[in-house]
């Protein structure tokens, strides 16, 4: 798997915008971290299956509606 921070996930290599659907890419392990982005909210993130949405071991505020895990969370 290769791994990306979550500001990468959109197309540009941004942080996606407010309200966006967020999809992982296909077979990737994404970090989610402190300085990742700011607490905008998302209306949805999609974590496809072969792909994993990991956590760093630190405060988080994520502001979603739905998350859809058909791969991993940790």
């Not at 915008?17 to 296909?26: D, E, I, K, N, R």
């Not at 998302?42 to 998350?67: H, K, Q, R, W």
């Amino acid at each position: 798997l290769f791994l990306l921070v979550l500001s990468l996930c959109s197309a540009g290599n941004q942080v996606p915008s407010a309200g966006s659907f967020v999809t992982l890419p296909q077979n990737t392990s994404v970090l989610v971290t402190p300085c990742s982005f700011s607490a905008i909210p998302y209306a949805e993130i999609t974590v496809p299956e072969g792909s994993e949405l990991i956590f760093a071991d630190a405060p988080i505020e994520l502001n979603v509606g739905t998350i859809w895990v058909y791969g991993a969370l940790t």
